[in-house]
């Protein structure tokens, strides 16, 4: 999702936009959200016009929806999603498994921005989990040091997905999980630091989704060439 900021008048709301990617930061398609409502309602008639079939959806927790889910298995495709206290029925019962006890499927190791990260995920297949067609929930723990002060943070995170067990080992599903958050940051940095969209003050009629639909289309263009960064 992306509000234009630069839209918003004394009398009207700014434009929000919500778009699906691949994991290499090609837009595939953008919807306009009504002024009146939120992502939900646009997740299914954005994806309508793509697709699908064996492709594996990330999307922020808000999309972690019933209707998001059986709509995906419909489509022939499977989903990763995150799980919040947002929801909390599921949030619970994921977050109550017997972690501790459950093996480790995969360690990464990082150390950028100034700052040492580690990265373990674990799986669980899991029958009877309140969510439409998941079959298996996750556990991620990021330990996050500062090399400058020291200060240590760990954050837990939790997740369901549609695959099977054995459909994608630990390190396909990491990648996965961290290709969604680091894509969709990159696009905004670009949009917001690049193209200045924020800024941006084109607010008549369709204009202000057709020209981000424009700088979504030079951002494609640049990443089909294999520029990883254009800000």
Do not use: C
């Not at 918003?8 to 919807?31: C, D, F, K, P, Y």
């Not at 020291?150 to 996965?176: F, M, N, Q």
């Amino acid at each position: 999702g992306k509000t234009l900021r630069g839209t918003r008048t004394a009398n009207r709301a700014a434009t929000a936009l919500i778009a699906a990617m691949t994991h290499n930061g090609e837009v595939l398609a953008q919807r306009q959200i009504d002024g009146k409502s939120n992502e939900i309602p646009a997740f299914a008639p954005l994806l309508d016009g793509i697709d699908l079939t064996g492709a594996v959806i990330t999307a922020d927790a808000l999309h972690t929806q019933h209707d998001h889910a059986a709509y995906l298995h419909e489509r022939g495709a499977h989903y990763l999603a995150v799980v919040k206290r947002n929801h909390p029925g599921l949030h619970e019962q994921v977050r109550g498994l017997p972690w501790r006890e459950i093996r480790l499927d995969h360690v990464e190791r990082a150390r950028a921005h100034h700052r040492e990260e580690i990265r373990r995920l674990k799986t669980a297949a899991f029958a009877h989990l309140d969510h439409p067609h998941a079959r298996q929930a996750l556990q991620v723990v990021r330990r996050r040091r500062d090399l400058g002060t020291g200060k240590l943070t760990i954050e837990r995170i939790y997740l369901v997905t549609s695959l099977p067990p054995g459909a994608a080992d630990g390190s396909e599903l990491a990648a996965w999980i961290r290709g969604h958050w680091r894509i969709e940051n990159q696009l905004h940095h670009v949009r917001d630091r690049t193209f200045h969209e924020d800024a941006s003050h084109i607010r008549t009629r369709h204009l202000p989704r057709v020209m981000a639909g424009l700088r979504n289309l030079a951002i494609g263009v640049h990443r089909q060439d294999g520029h990883t960064n254009i800000a």
